[in-house]
């Protein structure tokens, strides 16, 4: 009981940091795409930007910064486009 006691938070913290390895290396199908760290690594990260209300203007200095394409959590992006011959 006491080596369980040991192993199963040292087990869950070894797979938490592969998982967040495997996040930011280029083996993750996303890896292509630029975009902030904290972003690459959890969705927390933009759900905290997202608690003032003011996501998108982070979400527009992003593009500013990285172009067209960012990556903005662990799997989605966003495509920014403009409309230069409005209807």
Known sequence: ATALRFFVPVYIAV??????????????????????LPCKLSKFWYGFISIGGRSHIYVKGLHELYGDVVRIGVYPTLLFSICLNPP
């Not at 797979?15 to 902030?36: E, K, Q, T």
């Open 15 to 36: 797979i938490a940091v592969a998982v967040l390895i495997y996040r930011v290396s280029p083996f993750h199908p996303l890896a292509r795409y630029p975009g902030p």
